[in-house]
């Protein structure tokens, strides 16, 4: 029975767990998308929000906590400048998990962990503008048959 025991221990003893949190939290700062097991993706979301919402408050006290969960000082000073600047404004939810299939070997579940805020494809707000401003709203199918038959009449006009 697994009475209360809310840790993932990934089949590994104690140092070696931590050890791995901490070389993927190290890896997800540094390259803000990384493709692991989808058992390990959710452990590390555990791990790393925390931390993150932490950097928001850039004091000496916050940076050596930080620094004692990644021992990485480069990763830290990242962590710090780049990506609390960038989450500034959300209250959590700073990781993205998406399944990705089965890994060939073993069948193992795989997963993309990344930064939310990091993703340019759906954080495009420029292209999801665009996109809106340059169709007109019309109501059900209406509007497109409008369009053509506009567009029909122009040609016959230019002949």
């Given at each position: 029975m697994r009475h209360g025991d809310k840790i993932n221990n990934l089949g590994r003893k104690t140092a070696h767990r931590h050890a791995l949190m901490m070389n993927m939290?190290?890896?997800?700062?540094?390259?803000?998308?990384?493709?692991?097991?989808?058992?390990?993706?959710?452990?590390?979301r555990t791990y790393i929000e925390p931390l993150i919402t932490k950097s928001k408050s850039d004091t000496t006290h916050?940076?050596?906590?930080?620094?004692?969960y990644l021992k990485n000082k480069e990763?830290?000073?990242?962590?710090?400048?780049?990506?609390?600047?960038?989450?500034?404004?959300?209250?959590?939810?700073?990781t993205r998990i998406i399944k990705t299939g089965n890994r060939q070997g073993d069948a193992a579940e795989m997963a993309m962990i990344e930064l939310v805020d990091f993703?340019?494809?759906?954080?495009?707000?420029g292209a999801s503008?665009?996109?809106?401003?340059?169709?007109?709203?019309?109501?059900?199918?209406?509007?497109?048959?409008?369009?053509t038959a506009k567009k029909s009449d122009d040609a016959a006009q230019g002949e």
């Open positions: 939290a190290i890896a997800l700062i540094e390259n803000k998308r990384i493709f692991t097991t989808l058992a390990k993706a959710k452990a590390l916050s940076r050596r906590i930080a620094f004692s990763a830290v000073s990242t962590l710090f400048k780049d990506v609390a600047v960038k989450v500034a404004e959300r209250n959590g939810g700073y993703n340019e494809i759906y954080n495009s707000k503008t665009s996109a809106s401003a340059a169709k007109p709203k019309t109501r059900r199918s209406r509007g497109a048959k409008k369009t």
